[in-house]
């Protein structure tokens, strides 16, 4: 069966240190990563995903296809990284069905 | 810069009644979903519909139906409510196949 899990609900850092927001993906086929964010009172926006292999807003995450995970990662974290992100997953013959995690809520003590 | 339109953006039903939440969008995407988000489950598809003309059941389509009027409008019916079907329910676009979605607002839906 097709899964994203999100291990952490929520997640507190310090300003300035490292953040890991863990992924892991269930799915036989080659996988399409993806991670969103939810700043409050905005919609649900793209952050990054793995094919493009790029850092946004300083995020960077990695798909490991040995351990099945794609974990955002950020060196030093900002206040206005607190937000819900997303990971998520696409499927199927053309990749049209998307599969969420539940979340994890990040919150960057200044 | 409208996007991804959903309209109405709250309602509150009483059990049983019937209600069409409306998805527009004007980036000339083909791929269409419904989304509903609880705390604690993240968003959970219910259906999509992934060209004009097709739909497609998604994680948790009990409950509800979906028309794809045009490539602009996915429309999601609930037919008789039930207090369960309490959530926010996201619209969503893409316009490449298995590329990044654009979503709506939401419309926060109550069932009393």
């Known amino acids: 069966a097709q899964r994203v899990t999100q291990p952490e609900k929520l997640l507190s850092v310090f300003k300035g240190a490292p953040v890991e927001l863990k992924c892991n993906y269930s799915y036989s086929g080659s996988p399409e990563l993806f991670w969103y964010v939810q700043y409050s009172r905005q919609r649900l926006q793209l952050l990054l995903r793995h094919i493009s292999r790029e850092s946004i807003k300083g995020f960077t995450a990695d798909l490991n296809k040995g351990e099945t995970s794609f974990h955002l990662k950020k060196p030093f974290a900002q206040e206005e990284d607190s937000a819900m992100y997303y990971c998520a997953l696409s499927v199927g013959t053309s990749y049209d069905k998307v599969i969420f995690g539940p979340g994890t809520s990040l919150s960057v003590i200044p | 810069n409208a996007g991804v339109t959903q309209t109405p953006k709250f309602q509150v039903l009483k059990t049983g009644q019937s209600m069409t939440l409306q998805c527009a969008q004007d980036m000339n995407h083909n791929s269409m979903y419904w989304y509903r988000q609880d705390p604690g489950m993240g968003l959970r598809l219910i259906y999509y519909s992934a060209s004009e003309g097709t739909t497609d059941k998604g994680e948790v389509p009990n409950g509800y139906n979906v028309s794809r009027l045009n490539k602009r409008e996915f429309s999601l019916r609930l037919e008789s409510a039930a207090p369960s079907q309490t959530s926010v329910y996201f619209c969503?676009?893409?316009?490449?196949?298995?590329?990044?979605?654009?979503f709506g607002d939401g419309t926060r839906l109550s069932i009393l």
């Open positions: 969503a676009s893409s316009g490449l196949q298995g590329g990044p979605q654009h």
